[in-house]
């Protein structure tokens, strides 16, 4: 562990930048996630057996090395803690009309509300500190909301003796919400001083689980019935909590799981006493639901009133009336400097009784404030300077696919400069930046962009960034290797293309490349060769077993992702337009039909294009197949010869009654690309892929979509709508 000097995030769509002046520590999450970290790989497997099941899969369809490689590359990455915060609106995104700068706000979400100075985080997971409303007590914001959700799911009423059980932060928060909401509270922890605290935060009895006659106590104060309710707040691996909520419940009462409790129910007193047993999910409704938490998009008042956003409301009223009392709770301030204390606490090092901790931040002096401005000093028209040089390298993107694919490529050349990395997480940036010898990292993509000295920008940020930042990376004079797919859609395309045709001088100097990587793996260039002095049209069927995904996965977002088609099958396009050394001139599609609510549209499709030579190209891409079929097979016929290619690990070759086999190691081609792309920079010589054949790929998806929704076979020039069909 450690605290680092990372770049602030930066505040993307829908996003609004916060300086945090408190954040609160929550203790029993965070101390799980610590010892995650520092167990053995071992330990992990015995803990994680579906995530052991997902390694021998990657392992069997990649093979051994490149599987550890890209595993221990992951392992080995800082992950940034905290997910409670309160602080002041340093930016807003302009789609954001209802936060303003300069507001005091409360912050949620884990990878958003960090321990951290800065930090960027959606609308939806924002809320308004009201006035004489302290910071530090709004900074409790989150953590008090997973208490809330938990007496909401319980649904007290007036009168109602409820037991909280276990009196950590969640259990005391839990005692002081019941207590305004009119409850008989009994509070029981193994711990004294928890126990001792509980009759401070409003608890009408508290009992010492190792001492006190838990049942009698309960039973004399509920006359005779047993408690309404029970709420279990313990994180413990002990099954008492569960057995003792059964005994201690009356009749068809309640008991709501909110702590990481062990959940084995006896079945004697859940079953002849009738009770209803109820989980509680985090901080509300919205939890875990990108379109909530991401894009922003709310539920109605009238179907959901109580979402996460608005249970963190709900306790800022009550913390401005007076009604909920964090003082009591602070056993612990530590500034951001000396946060590591406070986990020696945590994780036992020191032996020394704590509830609530908080992490404090200084001020930003005016300088760091006007870095955060990120002024917009965008060139009108394409300048190349004079000073850059191509071998100098910046990087827009630094997730788990550029540092295992991409930049140990670039690592291992001598003559290439790591210059600037660049993304959005200032941590995952930072970590880059050491990792891989970067001299220096930040948030802000214009310091890559607008950099007269990097001659080179690397792009693999999610999919709806790759045509601005390609269009912005061109038009500053600099060589651009961008992850696919190039464009999500024809006005996107569109200024690309037009740049690059109608400048010939950046046209002439300029290399653009997409990351069309299956044309490099060995053995689809052997198909290539085996195949190079067929004069007639081929037959070539590219079958994928892509997988599920779901349907809030972000690459299924329209403008995030733009769906698997634009996202994955241009892929496949490129390898067609690659073995036939044609483009694609004609496209017809068919996806299936299902009533399966979790079938994603277009997940499921078989394309045929007519190439321009003649030839005809099948893509079938599933996402309903079984996994111990190889991911990705390639057949191709021509002149009475045949190449079988599967998962780039075994190739057939058929020709005259002869086969030929020989085998791969799974090699996609990913570290070709990298080289052939940096050696065409270096000896100036033509692209790699020629420049029309990229813009033809890109279309060829956008048609392709087109053929679905239209029901038509289609030209790849032009569109539905030019052509009267729609």
């Not at 395309?493 to 490099?520: A, D, S, T, W, Y």
Request: net charge negative.
């Amino acid at each position: 562990m450690k605290v680092a000097d990372v770049p602030t995030p930066s505040a993307g769509r829908g996003m609004i930048l916060v300086k945090n002046y408190f954040s609160v520590i929550s203790a029993g999450t965070e101390k799980t996630s610590v010892d995650s970290r520092k167990s053995s790989l071992m330990q992990r497997a015995r803990s994680q057996p579906d995530e052991v099941r997902k390694v021998v899969e990657e392992v069997r369809r990649n093979g051994f090395g490149r599987t550890y490689k890209r595993i221990m590359s992951k392992l080995d990455s800082f992950a940034g803690l905290g997910y409670s915060s309160a602080g002041i609106v340093l930016a807003v995104d302009e789609s954001v009309h209802d936060i303003e700068i300069g507001d005091r706000v409360a912050c949620g979400g884990a990878d958003y509300a960090l321990h951290s100075d800065v930090i960027a985080v959606p609308r939806n997971l924002v809320a308004r500190i009201p006035d004489g409303v302290s910071m530090e007590s709004a900074a409790y914001t989150t953590v008090a909301s997973i208490a809330l959700q938990g007496v909401r799911q319980t649904e007290p009423s007036l009168g109602e003796t409820v037991v909280v059980i276990g009196l950590g932060l969640l259990g005391q928060f839990t005692v002081q919400f019941l207590k305004a909401n009119g409850c008989r509270v009994i509070g029981i922890d193994l711990d004294p001083e928890a126990v001792g605290l509980a009759k401070r935060s409003g608890a009408d009895v508290a009992l010492n689980r190792n001492t006190d006659p838990i049942e009698s106590v309960v039973q004399s104060i509920s006359s005779g019935h047993g408690a309404d309710a029970v709420i279990i707040t313990a994180g413990t691996s002990s099954n008492d909590p569960i057995e003792l909520a059964g005994r201690i419940t009356r009749e068809r009462g309640r008991v709501v799981v909110v702590g990481a409790a062990s959940m084995q129910i006896p079945r004697g007193p859940f079953y002849m006493k009738e009770i209803d047993i109820r989980m509680s999910r985090s901080y509300g409704p919205g939890r875990y639901d990108s379109d909530y938490e991401e894009e922003g998009l709310d539920y109605p008042i009238g179907f959901v009133r109580w979402t996460e956003n608005r249970n963190m409301q709900a306790y800022l009223a009550l913390l401005a009336q007076g009604r909920i009392d964090t003082d009591i709770l602070t056993t612990h301030r530590y500034p951001a400097d000396e946060a590591l204390k406070a986990y020696d606490m945590i994780e036992g090092e020191k032996t020394e009784p704590y509830v609530g901790i908080v992490i404090s931040y200084d001020d930003l002096d005016d300088a760091e404030l006007k870095k955060l401005s990120h002024a917009d000093d965008r060139v009108a028209a394409p300048v190349i300077s004079p000073d850059r040089c191509s071998l100098t390298l910046g990087f827009i993107g630094a997730g788990s696919f550029a540092s295992g694919f991409l930049l140990p490529h670039l690592k291992e050349m001598n003559d290439v400069t790591l210059d600037t990395v660049c993304n959005r997480s200032g941590l995952t940036g930072a970590d880059m930046r050491n990792k891989f010898g970067f001299k220096s990292s930040t948030t802000n993509a214009d310091d890559v962009l607008h950099d007269k000295t990097i001659g080179t920008v690397f792009i693999a940020t999610r999919h709806g960034e790759h045509a601005p930042y390609t269009f912005e990376a061109l038009r500053h004079g600099k060589h651009v290797f961008v992850e696919k797919p190039l464009a999500l859609n024809e006005e996107e395309l569109l200024p690309i293309e037009r740049l690059m045709l109608e400048h010939p001088e950046v046209h002439g100097k300029l290399h653009l490349m997409v990351g069309f990587n299956r044309r490099f793996a060995p053995l689809v260039m052997e198909i290539r060769k085996f195949f190079a002095e067929m004069l007639e049209p081929a037959v070539i069927h590219y079958y994928v077993n892509a997988g599920f995904l779901p349907k809030d996965h972000w690459t299924q977002h329209p403008a995030e992702g733009g769906g698997r088609i634009v996202g994955e099958v241009c892929h496949f396009v490129d390898t067609l337009q690659y073995l036939t050394d044609a483009q694609p001139e004609r496209v017809s599609a068919e996806c299936i039909a299902s009533d399966n609510e979790a079938v994603t549209n277009y997940d499921s499709v078989n394309i045929t294009l007519r190439m321009s030579d003649g030839s005809v190209g099948i893509i079938t891409y599933v996402a309903n197949g079984d996994s111990a079929i190889p991911k990705e097979r390639i057949v191709m016929s021509a002149g009475n010869s045949t190449a079988v290619m599967d998962n780039f690990q075994s190739l057939t070759l058929a020709r005259n009654g002869k086969l030929t086999r020989k085998k791969g190691s799974g090699d996609k081609g990913h570290r070709n690309e990298v080289i052939a792309f940096m050696d065409a920079i270096r000896q100036k010589s033509a692209p790699v892929i020629p420049l029309e054949s990229l813009i033809r790929t890109t279309r060829t998806t956008f048609r392709i979509l087109d053929a679905l929704n239209f029901k038509q076979t289609l030209d790849i020039d032009k569109p539905a709508a030019d052509s009267g069909e729609a």
